[in-house]
């Protein structure tokens, strides 16, 4: 299997299948990456079709000096930073449980994509307040968060997707692991601690 | 619990540590339990999050894409095509090009015949066509005044661009305004627009009790909050050319406000008094050893209508940065702290 630099160069020679193969291989990615900062699937694959769109029409500024993941996600966050600027006088905080047209919560939107089919109620309560909990986190802490915990990445490839010192992330994760502590404990606080039970059943 | 140690946990919790401290605390882990508790917490955290199930794109994703990616390449196109130099685009009225204007010399200079020339020599046509052929003298000048209506233009639009705070309801007058702060070598740094209650601090360890107080040097005191930590106010006592006894009594009437959580509070009470209802936006400038929140209105006016703030020297090296909205009074910047 051919590796993303390699791909990329055939892409820049104008090979477009080269395209199609980055694009199979690294969508699924950057949906959920959006996906966890928006939490609504049509924006989170519209940002993702901005990144890919931006890849395509800047192909020749690709350099294999970094890892391509690392380029790439650093599209992402400028496009992430673009949309919040675009977006600064009409985006408000929603609730989870504002419900949209069909009559459902956030809560419930993000639940129902959740891995497990046989969720319960209280697993749908957990689900609710992690999503919560990475809603509330400051911008800088929940990319991040998002980076490390649900793309993988490790440290050094954050600092140089955000161009951050790699202490920075590790404060920042810090932080956002804190917060996100404070605040699963709190939602779940009276709940016969079901975030904690449930932790303690997928380990 | 030690902070460094709680995000080495994190760090371990995640596989980020270096073999030798990964084991330092493995073995820490095992002997300690709340460290063993605590570490236990970050992996319980981690793998709720992993609870959110993975989002697959819809069927309309690729197609969606496709599109796009058509769409875009077809306007870059069509944008290349429109800035191809001689199109119909680049004509632009009144502009006639080098080329063009040789030629029409050459003609008009041709047009006078040699017979003319000779039975009129001194007449006004052949002098004209003789200075086509040899070029006027003073040619150069067209070209002076061009580049010099150029410019008039340039410094005109530049003026009006670069301070719209002359018509304060424009939207980006903030924006401009911190711009030519931050620009300043002398100036605090600008560091975010708060539209909360809450001040995001997360460098300040929780537990750590700040001390706000109006600013004590400004016009603008009752529109300005200065945040000091201990041991900033530390400083200020120990500084022999500070008041003491004003300084005392300012701290006497400051308000005390706790980080948690990387944030602070801001006293409802107090906020509203200095820098406007909670809605209202406030400019947080980081400044050596302490942070200011000003009410961006009043920033705003200060960067826009303060004349003396473009009269504020660049400090020598050793001394900090000078305050904003104060006056060039050639004090020692410690001074700008006292009341």
């Known amino acids: ?203 | 619990m030690d902070e460094q140690l709680q995000e080495d946990l994190v760090a371990l919790a995640k596989g980020e540590l270096e073999p030798a401290r990964q084991a330092e605390l493995e073995a820490l882990a095992e002997s300690d339990a709340a460290v063993r508790e605590e570490l236990e917490q970050i992996r319980g955290t981690l793998r709720a999050v992993q609870r959110i199930g993975v989002v697959e794109p819809s069927a309309e994703f690729r197609v969606t894409l496709e599109k796009r990616i058509r769409d875009s390449v077809a306007h870059k196109e069509r944008s290349g095509r429109m800035q191809r130099p001689g199109s119909t685009a680049m004509r632009l009225p009144g502009v006639v090009s080098p080329g063009a204007r040789e030629s029409a010399s050459r003609i008009d200079a041709q047009s006078v015949s040699e017979s003319a020339r000779a039975a009129r020599p001194g007449s006004l046509s052949v002098r004209l066509a003789e200075r086509r052929e040899t070029g006027s003298p003073f040619a150069w000048l067209r070209y002076v005044a061009l580049a010099a209506a150029m410019v008039l233009v340039t410094l005109t639009l530049s003026h009006f661009l670069a301070f719209p705070a002359v018509a304060p309801e424009h939207p980006s007058a903030t924006e401009v305004a911190m711009k030519r702060w931050v620009e300043r070598k002398d100036a605090p740094r600008w560091d975010r627009v708060l539209r909360g209650d809450t001040l995001e601090l997360v460098e300040v360890p929780d537990g750590t009790e700040l001390v706000l107080m109006p600013h004590l040097k400004t016009d603008a005191r009752e529109e300005c909050l200065v945040a000091y930590t201990p041991d900033q106010i530390e400083a200020l006592r120990s500084n022999p050319a500070l008041n003491a006894q004003q300084l005392e009594a300012a701290l006497a009437r400051s308000f005390k406000a706790t980080v948690e959580g990387g944030t602070v509070a801001l006293p409802p009470l107090l906020r509203a008094r200095h820098l406007g209802d909670s809605g209202a936006p406030v400019v947080v400038l980081r400044c050596p050893g302490r942070f200011e929140l000003w009410s961006e209105p009043v920033l705003r006016r200060y960067l826009r209508d303060e004349p003396r703030m473009e009269a504020v020297p660049a400090p020598a090296a050793d001394l900090p940065e000078t305050p904003p909205g104060v006056p060039s009074t050639g004090k020692a910047p410690a001074e700008d702290d006292r009341a």
């Open chain 1, 1 to 203: 299997m051919k590796s993303d630099p390699e791909l990329m160069s055939e892409f820049a020679q104008g090979e477009e299948s080269a395209f199609d193969k980055l694009v199979k291989r690294h969508q699924v990615g950057l949906l959920n990456f959006f996906f966890r900062l928006v939490w609504d699937q049509t924006l989170a694959e519209d940002l993702t079709q901005e990144v890919f769109l931006r890849l395509y029409m800047h192909r020749e500024e690709y350099e294999p000096r970094a890892k391509f993941t690392t380029y790439l996600y650093r599209i992402g966050r400028n496009c992430w930073i673009d949309y919040l600027r675009r977006t600064k006088s009409e985006r408000k905080v929603r609730s989870l449980d504002a419900q949209d047209e069909n009559g459902h919560s956030l809560a419930e939107a993000v639940a129902a994509r959740a891995e497990d089919p046989r969720s319960t109620v209280g697993k749908d309560e957990l689900t609710g307040a992690v999503v919560e909990a990475i809603d509330a986190l400051p911008e800088e802490h929940k990319l991040v968060f998002i980076l490390s915990e649900v793309q993988g990445l490790k440290y050094q490839e954050i600092s140089e997707t955000l161009n951050i010192p790699v202490g920075t992330v590790k404060s920042r994760m810090f932080h956002a692991v804190k917060r996100l502590r404070e605040h699963l404990g709190r939602s779940m606080k009276g709940a016969t601690g079901p975030w904690q039970e449930a932790a303690d059943e997928s380990s």
